[in-house]
């Protein structure tokens, strides 16, 4: 009778124990998802929620709509590789060495520099990645970038099309875990193929309208006074990269029109890996950040490509989203997602963030808006004909108020902006008497955040 009685009372023990070890976890905050979708070439201005009345994406908007758009992001640096391992790798391009493009190879991504998927998998999350890769380390090599489930890296036609139904499986597949998902699309940037004239490798469209049923020129399509001579010096390098030099108005319109076109089929992707998001049950707990390797000319400067600091092409889409549950907000904060992402969503999950990273968590800002965590930021750049570095290096630094832009090369090889004044930077101040002051501020700040950070273009100052 005793033993029955003593067993029974364990049992009860027990049975009190799971209870409250169930209750206690059920009461413990749930790991957010984190989704990241990335376009390809893709400038700041070309989103309808950004006031673009050229193009419709309304899955951009339903981000933007249910989160904070940034109106102030940049990329690290305009060209693709470089803006990906500052992405993947929370560093500057000139910190890691990877300035330029760079092929998938073995060896060169040093094991000291921890990435993204890597950073996420040691914190217990699922990870995986879909789309364009353009990274100097191998995707089959997991061990080292972390992603476990990789697929759809290898450049082929229609990459983008195949997206979402990948991420639609991993998402399937890990919707009782926590997952860092990457979903990285190539469109807009087939704008280049168009441009010269070849078959398009994502996406098909149709031929331009004449140019008068095509969107207006922004107010800054002309190249400006006072340009520093190397830009286009970068300009003729290769007329399949630069096809644009002799282009007449009309051209330039039909340029528009076609980018439109083609930021309006990758939205219609992004639409369809939102809706996976809801389809699996995990919408209300994922964390969204879209935004995209850098910008595109957009015949602002009449610039096509990248690489240049000017807006067009080193501001970036940046929106922080939660769908249903966020109020939508619009932040002038300065952003680089190069550097800040890693931060961000480390801040996001409660990982710890890798001590040597100096990008800012913004995760703090859409907790706090008042909270003011950066007002002054520096990117950079790197002239090349793809993998070809042409020894033509450039920095900016971007306040509130202004853009300084300095070469390491040429006659003229400064730029200052007044961006609230002149936000299409056709009025170069640097060679104003008045904006002496303002320039040797800009100048001195930008040697000084060299040298603290071991940047060696201190020395073309």
């Known amino acids: 009778m005793q033993v029955t009685v003593r067993c029974k009372l364990r049992l009860a023990i027990c049975f009190l124990l799971i209870a409250l070890a169930v209750n206690v976890k059920g009461q413990q905050p749930e790991r957010p998802n984190i989704l990241i ?36 992001a940049y990329c690290a640096q305009p060209l693709c590789t470089p803006s990906r391992t500052a992405i993947f790798s929370g560093k500057m391009p000139s910190e890691t060495g990877f300035v330029g493009n760079a092929p998938e190879k073995d060896g060169q991504w040093p094991d000291s520099l921890l990435m993204m998927g890597k950073i996420f998998q040691n914190g217990g999350y699922k990870t995986g990645y879909v789309g364009k890769w353009h990274l100097p380390v191998p995707a089959a090599k997991v061990s080292q970038h972390g992603f476990e489930f990789i697929q759809n890296t290898n450049f082929l036609d229609y990459n983008d099309a195949g997206t979402p139904a990948y991420c639609a499986r991993f998402i399937k597949e890990n919707k009782s875990n926590p997952f860092l998902l990457v979903a990285s699309f190539l469109n807009p940037h087939d704008i280049c193929e168009w441009a010269r004239g070849e078959t398009l490798k994502m996406d098909v469209l149709e031929d331009a309208p004449p140019a008068h049923l095509c969107p207006q020129l922004p107010a800054n399509w002309k190249k400006p006074a006072h ?21 007449t108005a009309d051209q330039w319109r039909q340029y528009r029109w076609a980018y439109n076109r083609l930021v309006e089929k990758v939205d219609n992707y992004i639409a369809m890996v939102l809706a996976s998001l809801k389809k699996y049950g995990v919408e209300k707990n994922t964390i969204i950040i879209f935004t995209a390797d850098h910008g595109d000319g957009y015949a602002g400067h009449s610039w096509n490509q990248k690489q240049v600091l000017y807006e067009e092409s080193a501001k970036v889409p940046f929106i922080i989203s939660k769908l249903g549950q966020w109020k939508p907000r619009v932040d002038d904060m300065l952003v680089c997602n190069g550097t800040d992402i890693i931060p961000t969503i480390c801040g996001f999950a409660g990982i710890e963030r890798p ?27 790197a002239f090349a004909d793809n993998e070809e570095l042409l020894g033509i290096n450039g920095r900016a630094v971007i306040t509130k108020d202004f853009k300084y832009i300095v070469y390491d090369k040429g006659n003229i090889r400064e730029q200052l902006f007044d961006l609230v004044k002149d936000p299409g930077e056709i009025t170069n101040l640097a060679v104003s008497a008045t904006h002496k002051k303002k320039l040797i501020q800009m100048r001195t700040y930008l040697k000084k955040w060299c040298n603290t950070n071991g940047d060696n273009f201190a020395k073309a100052l």
């Open 227 to 247: 340009e520093p001579e190397m830009i286009r010096k970068q300009q003729k390098v290769s007329f399949r990269t630069y096809p644009s030099v002799d282009w």
């Open 355 to 381: 001590r040597t990273l100096k990008g800012v968590d913004i995760s703090k800002k859409i907790a706090n808006p008042s909270k003011n965590l950066r007002d002054t930021l520096v990117i950079e750049t």
């Open 37 to 72: 979708i990335m376009t390809d070439q893709h400038t700041a201005d070309a989103m309808s929620n950004a006031g673009n009345k050229d193009l419709r994406t309304p899955a951009m908007d339903k981000l933007a709509a249910n989160g904070v758009r940034f109106n102030k």
